[in-house]
């Protein structure tokens, strides 16, 4: 698949071109810690940005996070807006995760100079088509498309409110994707993504994600467990961790590490017996890092084809053999990197094979010399400055 590039440019600024310029992003969460793909995406761009000199004006919608000074580090000023909501959002036309994001301060502080805007996510975009904001440079950061993303998490969800509850959101938000024609760029950060925002608009410019990765730091040699790890809080990753229990690790004589936040009780109830299987509940990020890297394979299958799994990039970029499934690899460039199995016996056998070969010093090269390629940090907020800044007048630098 070729991603065109919406007309614009792709050479990157020089930081010292950069660091005139301000820029304004709006946030739907706090973005630190980065311990979610969402505010992971944010985070390891503003970092990347403030790295090639950029002025950030940081804007974010608080609810369960707290403040962080890393972001006071890193940006010109961050600003914070209470999610204020009540049962009437539900019931409105807009969807609730765009409604529950308005602030009259918000828009206020946009106005207050002329530098482009970024949007994160459909979420933000309550005043993309605002007549105070319709001479801007505004772009929209699209994290999944989200009407679909949403229709998939109600598939999921065994709840029936909650699955009526995506199911209708699923429903606004297709119908409020529309806004999105007042934005000057649409930047999805998946090859999927873009083909589908390529055939409705035309202002389309695919960005990877941000991660946090720089090196690919992967161990050779062996390791004695395989790791499937994940939020397990969100329906896709609970379901993906019970499709391995059950139907992988059901009759398979080696030892599984499920990890991460937030277990259903099904999942809990479906290995409590299982003496191969261990769960590793909320563990930090050294705690998970070090179970990436020294687990002999990242076993990472996914049931729902929405957006670019950081996840993946994570194993790749530090861990040893990655199994993966058609849906969590097809559209990345990254093919090559893992082994494709979509069937549980297939699955099954790769990972008893693999267990018997060492990872081989060779891969870690030819991984780090296609990731550069592909998925480096600074080469996307070069791309991204450029979209943004290239021909504007001097308005946008600081006075």
Not at 202 to 207: E, G, R, W
Not at 283 to 294: D, K, P, Q, S, T
Request: proline content about 3%.
């Amino acid at each position: 698949m070729e991603l065109a590039e919406g007309g614009a440019k792709t050479a990157c600024f020089l930081p010292t071109i950069a660091m005139s310029y301000h820029l304004h992003i709006i946030s739907f969460n706090i973005p630190y810690p980065p311990d979610y793909g969402g505010v992971m995406d944010v985070f390891y761009k503003i970092k990347a940005l403030y790295d090639l000199g950029m002025k950030i004006h940081l804007h974010c919608f608080e609810y369960g996070r707290k403040e962080s000074e890393v972001l006071n580090q890193l940006c010109e000023k961050v600003y914070y807006y209470k999610r204020e909501h009540s049962l009437r959002d539900f019931t409105s036309s807009t969807p609730y995760i765009v409604k529950t994001r308005k602030s009259s301060e918000l828009l206020k502080n946009l106005t207050s100079d002329d530098a482009p805007i970024i949007f994160e996510g459909l979420h933000t975009c309550y005043y993309l088509d605002n007549e105070e904001l319709k001479n801007r440079v505004k772009a929209v950061r699209m994290h999944n498309v989200e009407w679909d993303y949403y229709r998939h998490l109600g598939k999921n969800e065994s709840s029936m409110i909650r699955r009526f509850y995506f199911f209708t959101e699923s429903i606004k938000l297709k119908n409020f994707e529309k806004i999105l024609s007042f934005a000057n760029y649409l930047l999805p950060l998946s090859a999927n993504d873009f083909d589908y925002l390529n055939k409705k608009f035309d202002n389309v410019t695919y960005i990877p994600a941000f991660h946090p990765n720089e090196d690919v730091i992967s161990l050779a040699g062996k390791g004695e467990y395989i790791l499937y790890h994940g939020n397990l809080s969100v329906g896709e990753n609970n379901q993906a961790a019970l499709f391995i229990a059950s139907k992988i690790f059901n009759d398979l004589n080696l030892k599984l590490i499920i990890a991460g936040s937030d277990p259903s009780a099904m999942l809990i109830n479906a290995i409590k017996n299982r003496n191969n299987i261990e769960l590793r509940v909320n563990a930090g990020e050294v705690e998970m890092m070090r179970l990436i890297r020294h687990a002999h394979i990242n076993l990472l299958p996914t049931f729902q084809n929405t957006g670019t799994k950081l996840k993946l990039l994570n194993a790749l970029f530090n861990g040893r053999f990655v199994v993966v499934n058609t849906p969590m690899i097809e559209n990345t460039g990254l093919e090559d990197l893992c082994i494709i199995h979509d069937k549980a016996s297939e699955i099954r056998l790769a990972l008893l094979e693999l267990m018997e070969h060492p990872f081989e010093q060779n891969e870690v090269l030819r991984r780090s010399n296609v990731l550069a390629e592909l998925y480096s940090n600074i080469k996307s907020a070069g791309k991204l400055i450029t979209l943004l800044f290239e021909g504007t007048e001097a308005n946008y630098a600081a006075s």
